[in-house]
């Protein structure tokens, strides 16, 4: 039986991603355009790296399973979720979107990478 490797970093929660962030070997302008990236599902978050990875010089291939790719649930949806920008009165925090986030994903997210987003939604 194998093992399922999710690759997410070793640490506390807060500091997974800015650990590994801190220590990846970086890749070289010219070996980009050897690297295959795949891009499964093509919603806001999907379309948005296929997008910026393909910019950056990588061969992307982006997969949907809808008809066409403006059907994500992204696309389709009529609400979305704000940045933990904390504006005056307003109760934002890093912490409190990623347990949204993960509450309203029926605990069955990823917590490292939830948390994540989370930090990076006030950029």
Known sequence: M????????EGPLKDKWTSYKDKINLVNPANK??????????????GSAAATLAELGYNVK????QDSPRRAHSIAAQGGINAAKNYQGDGDSTYRLFYDTVKGGDYRSREANVYRLAEVSAN
């Open 33 to 46: 355009r050897l690297i295959d990236v795949i891009v499964v599902g093509t919603g806001l978050a999907g």
């Open 2 to 9: 194998s093992v399922l490797d999710s690759k997410v970093p």
């Open 62 to 65: 982006a997969f949907a399973y």
